[in-house]
Nanobody, 124 residues
Framework: VQLVESGGGSVQAGGSLRLSCAAS????????MAWFRQAPGKEREGVAF????????YYADSVKGRFTNSQDNAKNTVYLQMSSLKLEDTAMYFC???????????????????WGQGTQVTVS
């Protein structure tokens, strides 16, 4: 399984970015996926969970109403649309996957077996 994130960058507060996570060896349409982030000096934080096969999504309170999951099955890619970005959204963002995870595992880093390399988001 390989997860490759892209789309990070620098943006002004209030702006938007869309992160992409291209998966190989893992089906985004039937498996569970999530986005974690880690700011300097802080622990990794789960921000968004999605299980497209079951139509289930979940967002951490810190991003609810501002971040949205989506997918492109043909490309086996998931996206995280981030809007109304805040300074505190600055972090390295990781795409993760695991067939047996659930939304409750957004607080359990160890529950996610597959991790991407991360993409940096900087809000100023």
């Amino acid at each position: 399984v390989q997860l490759v994130e892209s789309g990070g960058g620098s943006v002004q507060a209030g702006g938007s970015l869309r992160l992409s996570c291209a998966a190989s060896g893992y089906s985004v349409s039937t498996g569970c996926m999530a986005w974690f982030r880690q700011a300097p000096g802080k622990e990794r934080e789960g921000v968004a969970f999605v299980y497209f096969g079951g139509g289930s999504t979940y967002y951490a309170d810190s991003v609810k109403g501002r971040f949205t999951n989506s997918q492109d099955n043909a490309k086996n890619t998931v996206y995280l649309q981030m809007s109304s970005l805040k300074l505190e959204d600055t972090a390295m963002y990781f795409c993760v996957a695991d067939e047996y995870a659930g939304p409750q595992d957004l607080v359990v880093v160890e529950a996610w077996h597959y991790w991407g390399q991360g993409t940096q988001v900087t809000v100023s």
